[in-house]
């Protein structure tokens, strides 16, 4: 059974460009989870998914970020413009939905670099 | 708010070496427990979780976690590290909702 994949591995970019970060979750995993870690501090929440609907966008730092889930499969993850704080190793998340199924597989992460 | 705390940043042991890492966090009510693991150049992989019944649970690699709810921690332990346990450890919790709360990390080296 195929993981959690994420495009680009690495990806290197000047302030004020625009990235757009893939998610392939696992097949038949409804929930999809983005978190991102900047260097040196905790990975922190970003937003989740249920199929193709936002259950929680509360992590979402500011209006630049904006995630989609076209027909509740992959994700995308678009920064626009980037800056240089943007940087760091986004990761996603996803699981199966009811109790005790909440167990989230992680991909490798995509490391953004913002010069 | 909401915090899971992890004590030790950098941990450096030599192999055959006892290991317990510490993990603490802030919330009153019913919490789902996870402590992740990320290998050089690896993605996060799960360790072990509690959701419910015998705190003391059992993960991969001969790793254990005990959930003592009087003092909200949930410390990972692992009699006798290898040099292949060098890794970043991340307690996470589930807090009614469905996000995960990361601490910081671990770095553990193990010195062959």
């Known amino acids: 059974e195929a993981g959690v994949t994420q495009f680009p591995s690495h990806s290197v970019i000047e302030k004020g460009q625009t990235v757009t970060l893939r998610c392939d979750p696992i097949s038949g995993h409804d929930n999809l989870y983005w978190y991102r870690r900047v260097m040196g501090k905790e990975i922190k929440f970003l937003l989740h998914f249920v199929k193709e609907s936002k259950q929680d966008e509360s992590g979402m730092p500011n209006n630049r970020f904006l995630a989609e889930r076209t027909g509740g499969t992959y994700s995308t993850l678009k920064v626009q413009p980037a800056e240089l704080e943007d940087s760091g190793v986004y990761f996603c998340?996803?699981?199966?939905?009811?109790?005790?199924?909440?167990?989230?597989?992680f991909g490798a992460g995509t490391r953004l670099s913002v010069l | 708010a909401q915090s899971v705390s992890q004590h030790n940043h950098h941990v450096i042991l030599s192999e055959a070496a006892s290991l317990e890492l510490g993990c603490n966090y802030s919330y009153g009510g019913t919490v789902n427990l996870f402590w992740y693991v990320q290998y050089p150049g690896q993605h996060l992989q799960l360790l072990l979780k509690?959701?419910?019944?015998?705190?003391l649970v059992k993960g991969i690699k001969g790793f254990e976690a005990e959930f003592i709810k009087s003092k909200f921690s949930f410390n990972l332990r692992k009699p006798s590290v290898q040099w292949s346990d060098t890794a970043e450890y991340f307690c996470?919790?589930?807090?009614?909702?469905?996000?995960?709360?990361f601490g910081t990390g671990t770095r553990l080296t193990i010195i062959p």
């Open positions: 996470a919790v589930i807090l009614g909702n469905e996000k995960l709360t």
């Open positions: 509690y959701f419910s019944g015998d705190p």
């Open positions: 998340a996803s699981s199966q939905v009811g109790y005790g199924k909440n167990i989230q597989y």
